[in-house]
């Protein structure tokens, strides 16, 4: 014995510890992941000892070697393990290891939950301390919900190391299981006047996290935290109380007022820049304390100066913009924090006057920035600036088209799709820049060539996209088509991405039927025939494409354009109708219309269209609905040839439908166009611009032209209305002249340089005006907005003690009320449950009939006039004995039910899983009660070690029936029903993997005939899929095959055959059993129908 | 509230990280990848904070290793430096003048030193002997533990 021990101690010593560990990969620098792997190997070995010290350094290692990036989540189980050792040394590395490896979908961590507990009620504080701190990195709902009682007990512990750690730990609770917040914040607030000052430092935190995010809830406790505030002298604790006003302060306006006095003293008192930071980002009273930090050499509180103005500029945006100077300047910083924090606030600060410079400026910073992230940024911010609210700000819309042709000069951008859709933007809705635009758009055209240098890498050329069509879609404007056609189709063309050259294409249509239409007068007919011939030779390169998109319409075009040249050669007049191809005008259409189409009266999306099938169809609807998309889709009606005048009558109806409906909205009243009505705006002219500038020198920056035009033409406007001014004050003599004194222009003087008409984006006739678009459901700090201050009801306080079966609950609240709740159970709550799935009501079955799972969806469904339940059978995938069985209940009758107890006599293979400590023929409580008319869900955990065989187990269900005046108790017998299908998961596989599957010779086969099955093949599969839990790998015409997984772990694969009513399934697994019971199912399933 | 703590060193390799809500290993990963990068990128002289997705990332260079610190976007950028400056404070203050080594092969010592200043993503204790005393009482009753333990082994 002796010898043992010595020998056990002597191999200890043999054992790396976590310092060999560390130094062994030092050494091994050239072969890490050789080395590693032989480490872990050991490390497997170490941890099947049964020496809870040798695991533990193991688990060390191991802790050790997750941080490298390895994955060590085979080894969950053995943390567990050393978790559970009664010594300390040991299990604060358990506890490391898994506040390390553990997640939410670790499934050992069920396992943890008793362990827990034990460790939280340890008399040793250094136990409970490691246990609270290594349930804050791994706390799921399930522990949240079982152990929210012992942690709000340990709120009050007597060692102030425990009831610190209790109280931060609250709040991933409260994150966890919402309805432990009212229960608990009553302790929660007596721990802000807790006499040791780290709990206290807790206590706020954890209120200030909560009220940041609801913080109407907590307006009750601003006397408290004003209090803290004046005492405390914690600069830690202080921050946050004053983070915590800061977001109470727009609820209730008296607290600032009050809050002025501290926080000045706080600002003028304190030396802690942190503290000070707060403060100012608090009250934000002073701008100019922020400029101090903004132009202090220290880069963190620059920093932090920009970032505070830009929360200030929310509100006050006029006392931002003094120092756009200063931010300006801050563009220039070498560090790219600060600028891309200087180009936020640019943003916000940007008006019709500074625009210009602003956008200017940037500019020259595109040209000086070196890395491309940083470019990328700021071409969208240039962007951004000027496209927001609508193009608010750009008086002069020639000047942006021209700077949006500068950005394309940028190389290896991605953006090139952003600049493209500005294009095309502001070319539809500005109709007055079309001219312009289309001008511009033809030199890009023409010099694509600079462009397209090197298409692989470069977004850029995304912007040709937009050329090509805005020249195509606006080609009455151009000066010269031919030319810009020939542009159009260069055989370079062929080198850009599929999507552009098949816009490209589209739109040389376009140009052809401009030329063809400026031709028609003269009498030389040359030209036109020309420009066919150009089409006719060009446009086969296209035919060619590989892109399908190209080659389609190239050839659509190429056909009709050789169409036209034998008319042509005929004498016979094409323009006109070729032209009529391409007429009729595009309206924008608002990204939101859509959603926004009101639901019109009387119409109820949810209602059925026909009346609800019944059960059985309902089954049969149910693949087909899955497997229509599939269908080819041949259906879609052609579209017929519609001749010249038809479609020209449409055209004019549906122009005379929009003229005569109020609610389309064609060139809208924007506020653009008030400057169009305002008098006096007409008397202003607009300047001309000479188009003679050198646009065509496609290297050089011409968007600085524009800003001179633009100084230019204001100060015209301004000496006019100067004059106009002047003429007024003679008018009116009497009047007092210094008043109008001009100024510096205010923003309303500024006047678009053209008669801009920006069109809105069209939207549904009656669109609803909600915003509420930009909420997030998914937020989990949304749940936690209770009210804090109603009086706590019974039913809310925390479950003691939950037992397992009930754990997977949907609802965890009835789960608590159940525990807790008196008779008198509140109604309130019931209404809430509505809204549980109510499938299946119209099928009645007599009491205490058994179904099987007949229609092998493993419903079991009873109804007896009081009760009705339906059930789902499943596997459970994470562990391969296990079944969840979920059970929806629904109270059918008027009266009260409660107390049920759900029962199942045990077979040999199966068995029910009791809580600890319960009888093998106890029932299990349904952890919740039944109010008329509700319904609810409960799921039964079952362990089963054979699966291949399908089961029936025995089963009672008792409840009593509570009415006003009296109860009844009553009985439901029923029988569940385990098919081998429910042991089947559905899991996809991969054909190569299949195909390996089937090599490996492992399997058993078997196979079946189905005679007389009348269903398409795809309804067939659907069928097998949805019923037996198969997936299909792979397709081919009237064959298919098919793979499902048991919980076990057994493959079974199916190939299925199907020619005239007869399917054959060859089916192979690893088990034959259980593949013959499958396909008994199957076979079942398919003689039903 | 904090997300994360990371340290590493000027050659990217990863010495200590702390996650103060359950995220997977790839989640783990990415962010790891992604912070050293933009850390290490960034030039000397320039300012503590980076904007991340919708994190605030404050960092700080001591010697050869990186503290890397994620918080929420509320959250006060110079009180994070301060977190990470306190917590290297007791580090140092346990380890004796704290190297980059010292981290390395007592890397369990480094947690239970952040676990007992932060938890959950919050600081737990403000008071450096507060969290100095509860470190050296749980390392007495670890050595208590050990010592217990070879009486076991040698007589038992």
Redesign the interface.
């Known amino acids: 014995m002796a010898l043992k021990i010595v020998k056990g101690s002597i191999d200890r010593m043999f054992d790396k510890n976590l310092q060999d560990l560390v130094r062994g990969i030092r050494n091994h620098k050239d072969d890490e992941a050789k080395y590693i792997s032989t480490c872990i190997d050991e490390i497997k070995q170490e941890l099947k000892q049964d020496n809870i010290a040798v695991k533990a350094n193991a688990v060390c290692k191991l802790t050790y070697l997750q941080m490298l990036g390895y994955d060590v989540s085979w080894a969950a189980f053995n943390i567990v393990e050393v978790m559970s050792s009664s010594k300390f040394t040991y299990k604060r590395i358990g506890y490391l290891a898994a506040s390390q490896c553990f997640h939410e979908s670790t499934d050992v961590i069920m396992l943890t939950t008793n362990q827990i507990r034990k460790d939280l009620s340890s008399p040793n504080q250094y136990d409970t301390g490691v246990a609270l701190t290594g349930l804050s990195c791994f706390v799921t709902p399930d522990l949240a919900r079982d152990l929210a009682n012992d942690i709000m007990t340990l709120m009050s512990h007597t060692k102030p190391y425990i009831r610190k750690k209790a109280v931060l730990i609250m709040y991933k609770v409260f994150l966890k299981y919402p309805e432990s917040l009212r229960p608990a914040f009553p302790r929660l607030k007596e721990k802000l006047e807790d006499p040791d000052p780290g709990v206290q430092s807790a206590a706020v935190n954890v209120i200030c996290e909560l009220a940041r995010r609801n913080p109407k809830n907590y307006l009750s406790l601003a006397p408290l935290f004003f209090k803290l505030m004046t005492s405390s002298t914690n600069n830690w604790v202080l921050i946050k109380i004053i983070k915590l006003f800061g977001a109470l302060t727009p609820l209730e306006p008296r607290l600032g007022k009050k809050l002025i006095e501290p926080l000045t003293n706080l600002i003028h008192s304190t030396s802690a820049m942190s503290l000070l930071y707060e403060c100012v980002n608090t009250v934000i009273l002073c701008v100019q304390k922020l400029r101090i930090l903004i132009e202090d050499s220290d880069q963190n509180l620059k920093y932090l100066g920009l970032l505070a103005m830009s929360k200030i500029l929310k509100t006050h945006p006029k006392s931002v913009q003094s120092h756009k100077d200063l931010i300006l300047q801050c563009l220039d910083d070498k560090d790219e924090s600060i600028r891309l924090r200087a180009l936020d606030l640019l943003y916000g600060m940007v008006s019709k006057k500074n625009l210009m410079e602003i956008v200017k400026k940037l500019m020259l910073h595109v040209d000086k920035a070196e890395g491309t992230t940083y470019r990328d940024e700021l071409l969208t911010k240039i962007i951004d600036i000027c496209s927001q609210s609508n193009y608010q700000y750009i008086t002069n819309f020639e000047w942006y088209i021209s700077i949006l042709v500068e950005l394309t000069r940028l190389e290896g951008t991605r953006h090139g799709h952003l600049i493209a859709s500005q294009m095309l933007d502001v070319a539809i809705r500005v109709k007055a820049i079309r001219a312009f635009a289309v001008a511009q758009m033809a030199t890009l055209l023409d010099n694509a060539h600079l462009l397209t240098g090197n298409t692989q890498r470069n977004g850029i050329c995304e912007v040709l996209y937009a050329a090509a069509w805005i020249c195509g879609e606006f080609s009455e404007h151009l000066e010269n088509p031919a030319q810009t056609l020939e542009a159009m189709l260069r055989p370079k063309v062929a080198t850009l991405p599929g999507h552009i050259q098949a816009v490209y294409v589209q739109n040389t249509a376009k140009l052809f039927a401009t030329i063809l239409k400026s031709q028609e007068g003269n009498a030389d007919g040359t030209t036109s025939e020309e420009t066919t011939q150009l089409m006719i030779d060009r446009l086969p390169l296209f035919v060619q494409s590989a892109n399908l998109e190209v080659q389609e319409r190239a050839s659509c075009i190429l056909q009709l354009v050789k169409y036209i040249q034998k008319l042509q050669q005929k004498d016979v007049e094409v323009a006109e109708e070729v032209s009529a191809l391409f007429a009729g005008e595009l309206n924008p259409v608002a990204p939101k219309a859509q959603k926004k189409v009101p639901v019109p009266e009387g119409l109820d999306l949810d209602a059925w269209i026909n009346e609800p099938p019944s059960e059985s169809e309902s089954e049969d609807e149910q693949p087909k609905a899955i497997f229509t998309k599939e269908e080819p889709k041949h259906s879609r009606p052609r579209h017929t040839e519609v001749d010249e005048k038809e479609l020209a009558k449409r055209r004019e109806a549906r122009k005379q439908e929009q003229a005569n409906n109020p609610f389309y909205i064609k060139a809208s009243p924007s506020s653009q166009k008030v400057y169009q009505d305002a008098p006096g705006v007409e008397h202003i002219p607009v300047v001309q611009i000479d188009l003679s500038v050198p646009l065509k020198v496609p290297g050089l920056p011409m968007s600085d032209q524009y800003v001179k035009l633009e100084e230019e033409r204001r100060q015209k406007e301004r000496a006019e209305k100067k004059k106009k001014e002047k003429k007024k004050r003679k008018e009116k003599r009497s009047g007092r002249g210094k008043k109008h004194d001009s100024g510096p222009e205010s923003e309303e003087d500024i006047t678009p340089a053209h008669m801009v008409d920006i069109v809105t984006e069209e939207m549904p006739e009656n669109a609803l005006p909600s915003d509420e678009d930009d909420k997030d459901p998914n937020d989990p700090h949304k749940a936690l907005d209770i009210d804090l201050d109603k009086p706590l009801a019974d039913s809310e306080k925390l479950p003691v003690r939950s037992h397992r079966a009930a754990e997977a609950l949907k609802s965890p609240v009835e789960d608590a009320e159940a525990e807790n709740a008196g008779p008198q159970e509140s109604k309130k709550k019931s209404s809430k449950d509505k809204k549980e799935k109510k499938k299946d009501k119209d099928r009645k079955v007599d009491a205490g009939n058994l179904i099987t799972s007949t229609d092998l969806l493993h419903l079991v469904s009873l109804t007896d006039g009081f009760l009705f339940f339906v059930c789902d059978i499943q596997g459970n995938l994470q562990d391969g004995s296990q079944v969840v069985v979920s059970v929806i209940f629904e109270n059918k009758c008027s009266s009260f039910l409660k107390s049920m107890e759900f029962n199942v006599l045990d077979s040999l293979n199966s068995k029910l899983q009791r809580p600890e400590g319960s009888g093998p023929h106890d029932g299990l409580t349904v952890p919740f009660q039944l109010p008329p008319g509700v319904s609810n869900e409960a799921r039964f955990v079952f362990t089963v070690q054979s699966i291949v065989m399908p089961q029936k187990l025995k089963g009672t269900l008792t409840f009593i029936v509570k009415n006003e005046d009296s109860s009844t108790h009553e009985k439901l017998d029923f029988k569940l029903h385990f098919t081998c299908t429910s042991y089947l998961i559905t899991t996809p596989c991969y054909s190569d993997a299949f195909a390996k599957l089937l090599e490996s010779g492992d399997l058993k086969s078997s196979s079946i005939r189905l005679e007389g099955v009348n269903m398409p093949f795809h309804h067939l599969l659907a069928r097998i899929c949805f019923h037996h839990h198969f997936s299909v790998v792979e397709r081919i015409d009237s064959c298919a095959s098919m793979y499902s997984r048991s919980i076990q772990g057994h493959h079974v694969c199916l190939l299925v055959k199907t020619s005239a009513q007869t399917v054959s399934i060859d089916a192979k697994c690893d088990e034959p059993t259980l593949l013959g019971n499958v396909l008994d199912e199957i076979k079942q399933t398919f003689s039903q129908c | 509230?904090m997300r994360f703590l990371l340290l590493f060193s000027r050659q990217g390799r990863?010495?200590?990280?702390k996650?103060?809500t359950?995220?997977?290993?790839r989640e783990k990963?990415k962010i790891?990848r992604d912070m050293t990068t933009l850390v290490l990128a960034r030039?000397p002289?320039?300012?503590?904070?980076?904007?991340w997705k919708d994190l605030k990332i404050i960092y700080k260079r001591y010697a050869s290793l990186y503290f890397c610190l994620g918080v929420e976007n509320?959250e006060?950028?110079?009180?994070a430096?301060?977190v990470i400056h306190r917590y290297v404070e007791l580090l140092d203050k346990y380890f004796g003048n704290v190297c980059e080594l010292d981290i390395?092969?007592n890397?369990?010592k480094a947690?239970?030193i952040l676990?007992e200043f932060l938890?959950?993503g919050?600081?737990?204790?403000?008071?450096k002997q507060?969290v100095n005393r509860?470190i050296e009482?749980?390392d007495m009753?670890?050595e208590d533990?050990?010592s217990e333990?070879y009486e076991v082994?040698?007589f038992?």
């Open positions: 509230m990863l010495r200590l990280q996650w103060f359950p995220m997977t290993e990963k790891i030039q002289r320039s300012c503590n904070f980076i904007q509320q006060n950028e110079l009180l430096l301060e390395i092969f890397f369990e947690y239970f676990d938890m959950g919050e600081i737990q204790e403000t008071s507060m509860s009482a749980s009753l670890q533990d050990s333990w082994e040698l038992g």
